[in-house]
T-cell receptor, first 111, second 112 residues
Framework: QKEVEQNSGPLSVPEGAIASLNCTYSDRVSQSFFWYRQYSGKSPELIMSIYSNGDKEDGRFTAQLNKASQYVSLLIRDSQPSDSATYLCAATQGGSEKLVFGKGMKLTVNP | DGGITQSPKYLFRKEGQNVTLSCEQNLNHDAMYWYRQDPGQGLRLIYYSQIVNDFQKGDIAEGYSVSREKKESFPLTVTSAQKNPTAFYLC???????????FGQGTRLTVV
């Protein structure tokens, strides 16, 4: 099992819809979880971090963490064409600073 | 301006040559990372360092080497032993304590 797994995608949603992105992780002692957005040809930019069980909201973005089930999700409300990008899930591993990423999910928001 | 600077942005090398990619940060971060990204793929960890003069192998360290002599700098050398070095290389840094990592602009390496 890979350390961090994301649905292979791609995901396509209409403008204004909710986009849901999911991620699972294998290391039960992982402590920190992150969502990054990467536009084509650019470097990843951090959009959300979450460290404890539950929901964390920031504008149109909501991150959800369930440590018992070992999954993290990202919801994007009122999706905009500018949200079209690849979304990467990341987690720290083994109680260390080792930060590993999933393969990413490409999201397209259609006008 | 605070941030992470990678240089150069584009790099071309002949097969069999070693090449060093630069990564400098002025964020006073303790941890630094190198990742490799191939087209349509996620980020794969090459090496990471939590403190000066110490670093650990990531998942794909073969054919690469690093040093961490200064807190601000974490250069990556792609050696001739790396069989398929053409890729997008990304450097990141973070504070210790499992906090957010921030990325430089990346270096696109092409080996011909």
């Amino acid at each position: 099992q890979k350390e961090v797994e994301q649905n292979s995608g791609p995901l396509s949603v209409p403008e204004g819809a909710i986009a849901s992105l999911n991620c699972t992780y294998s290391d039960r002692v992982s402590q920190s979880f992150f969502w990054y957005r990467q536009y084509s040809g650019k470097s990843p930019e951090l959009i959300m971090s979450i460290y404890s069980n539950g929901d964390k909201e920031d504008g149109r973005f909501t991150a959800q963490l369930n440590k018992a089930s070992q999954y993290v999700s990202l919801l994007i409300r009122d999706s905009q064409p500018s949200d079209s990008a690849t979304y990467l899930c990341a987690a720290t591993q083994g109680g260390s600073e080792k930060l590993v990423f999933g393969k990413g999910m490409k999201l397209t928001v259609n006008p | 301006d605070g941030g992470i600077t990678q240089s150069p942005k584009y790099l071309f090398r002949k097969e069999g040559q070693n090449v060093t990619l630069s990564c400098e940060q002025n964020l006073n971060h303790d941890a630094m990372y190198w990742y490799r990204q191939d087209p349509g793929q996620g980020l794969r960890l090459i090496y990471y360092s939590q403190i000066v003069n110490d670093f650990q192998k990531g998942d794909i360290a073969e054919g690469y080497s690093v040093s961490r002599e200064k807190k601000e700098s974490f250069p990556l050398t792609v050696t001739s032993a790396q069989k398929n070095p053409t890729a997008f290389y990304l450097c990141a840094s973070s504070n210790t304590g499992f906090t957010e990592a921030f990325f430089g602009q990346g270096t696109r390496l092409t080996v011909v």
